[in-house]
């Protein structure tokens, strides 16, 4: 028979944990209920109330807004970024990691060092470079300050590859492998975990990014779903329910990234700590 002692931590930290949820939980299930309830219940009773009846109204009040071009930009943009940051994060950290130059880990250690500046400072020398390059409202001006790697990526990507057995690079050079060969065939399938995670926090990144898109585009060519989103507010005076049917739509997908590649991020993290 299980002792008290042991029984009353587990139920307090389990309880702990379903409060815990249950308040990170609420907002979300709170404004899924609200984008199938009408306006007017919305306005006329309490947040709380169940729709009665539940109606796609808001769904559609978006497309007819134009929500979808926005849907459809924000995934291009962000499969682009996403592109580019794995290609070019995971050929920087390899040469970090495995490859000899003068002033290599000086270099890597200057460029890390950037995470210290504020995203916010490096807005108006981008905005001015993009302007001068007539790039301005475009869809490169959205992707190309971003598609180049990053220091979060590109350290995180290091510290992994230096742990990969020396002995699996030695012997594919044995066998004739290139550098590139050695990258795609042995170094990435054996970071298959934490590409995934960096995949998925790329991912999550660029499809909230909100202040670089509503600075260097204006009009609905080129909106984003976030900047979308906060114009819904102000063209539709304040209708929340569309506000929330807005907010599922740029949820949702997110949701089942994450559910999808789950299983691999619990991986990386298991991994990474061990090694």
Do not use: C
């Amino acid at each position: 028979m299980t002792s008290p002692s042991r029984v009353i931590p587990g139920v307090v930290i389990y309880s702990g944990l379903a409060i815990g949820a249950l308040i990170t939980l609420a907002p979300f299930t709170l404004g899924l209920l609200t984008s199938f309830t009408s306006a007017r219940q919305f306005n006329t009773e309490a947040p709380l109330s169940l729709p009665r009846p539940p109606t796609l109204d808001n769904y559609t009040g978006l497309a007819d807004a134009g929500f979808g071009r926005a849907l459809i930009v924000t995934a291009l943009m962000t499969a682009v970024i996403l592109l580019g940051q794995m290609t070019f994060s995971v050929l920087a950290a390899y040469a970090f990691a495995r490859l000899r130059f003068p002033g290599r880990d000086l270099l890597f250690w200057v460029y890390v060092a950037t995470l210290m500046v504020p995203a916010t400072v490096t807005v108006v020398p981008l905005y001015l470079m993009m302007a001068e390059a007539g790039l301005r409202n475009t869809f490169w001006a959205l992707v190309l300050p971003f598609m180049f790697g990053s220091p979060y990526a590109i350290f995180l990507l290091r510290e992994y590859f230096r742990a990969i057995p020396a002995d699996l690079i030695n012997a594919a050079r044995v066998d004739g492998a290139n550098t590139l060969d050695v990258i795609v065939h042995v170094v990435m399938p054996a970071s298959r975990p934490i590409l995934v995670t960096l995949a998925l926090i790329t991912v999550v990144s660029q499809w909230n990014n909100f202040m670089w898109p509503l600075v260097i585009t204006s009009g609905s060519k080129w909106q984003v779903l976030t900047v979308a989103t906060a114009g819904l507010q102000s063209r539709y005076n304040a209708q929340w329910t569309l506000v929330t049917a807005a907010t599922t739509v740029a949820i949702v997908p997110l949701i089942v990234l994450f559910v999808a590649l789950g299983r691999h991020i619990v991986r990386s993290i298991v991994v990474t700590g061990l090694k």
